[in-house]
């Protein structure tokens, strides 16, 4: 069956956002006295669920409640950077190179994210915008791939999703799509490239493996 959807990670795929999300980290640690991280270290370690990757560097269990506070001051600390974030470079030249259909899925706020991809100037590239519905993130993707697909009533098989991820590798998984993973983002390439996925240095790269799929 031939993949002609493509769907699109967010953070640290489209947007190069890599640096804003550690200096944010940091201010979360920070504020229950926790260590900083630097980017090699955030991409050697992150994964979600989010509150598993905290609790890692903090050296301690973090539980629910914790973790709303600290995702909390995370996304507030992210806001007043986020102005100042540009698409990743090669992003709009990737966007118009697949033939198929394209969709965005994001694990950000879906109030936020919808205007976010009229600023950056992406409107009418995607047949389907969603992001997180909930006040706290840092869940899993799969679930939210699926319903994704079913809202599109496009199949698993018929797809491709690119992103910067294991996870996003795990929710392709789930639904039966291909899965392309990109190194400019959130995880070392050394991590993704273990995983035996295919693995694209720049989203132009990207896209042509995905139509390989």
């Known amino acids: 069956m031939t993949r002609t959807h493509l769907v ?3 953070n640290g795929t489209l947007l190069d956002d890599l640096s804003l999300v550690v200096s944010a980290t940091n201010h979360a640690f920070a504020a229950v006295g926790g260590r900083e991280v630097d980017s090699d270290e955030h991409r050697a370690r992150f994964r979600r669920p989010v509150a598993e990757f905290y609790a890692e560097i903090l050296g301690r269990a973090v539980g629910d409640e914790e973790f ?3 995702d909390k001051i995370f996304h507030d600390a992210y806001r007043l950077g986020l ?3 540009t698409l990743a470079a090669d992003a709009t030249q990737a966007l118009t190179s697949w033939p198929g259909s394209q ?7 879906h109030s936020e994210l919808v205007p976010a991809v009229e600023t ?4 009418g590239i995607f047949t389907r915008v969603d992001g997180l519905r909930t006040e706290v993130g840092g869940h899993l993707k799969a679930g939210h791939l699926a319903a994704h697909l079913a809202e599109l009533a496009v199949p698993g098989a018929r797809t491709v999703l690119i992103g910067d991820s294991l996870d996003d590798a795990a929710a392709a998984d789930s639904v039966g799509a291909g899965i392309v993973l990109y190194t400019g983002g ?28």
């Open 8 to 10: 699109w990670d967010w």
């Open 68 to 70: 709303g506070r600290l």
């Open 83 to 85: 102005t100042s974030m």
């Open 103 to 109: 969709s965005l899925l994001s694990m950000w706020f």
């Open 120 to 123: 950056y100037g992406l409107n």
């Open 186 to 213: 959130f995880t070392h390439p050394d991590r993704l490239r273990a995983s035996g996925r295919p693995v694209a240095d720049t989203l132009v790269e990207a896209v042509k493996i995905a139509e390989s799929l």
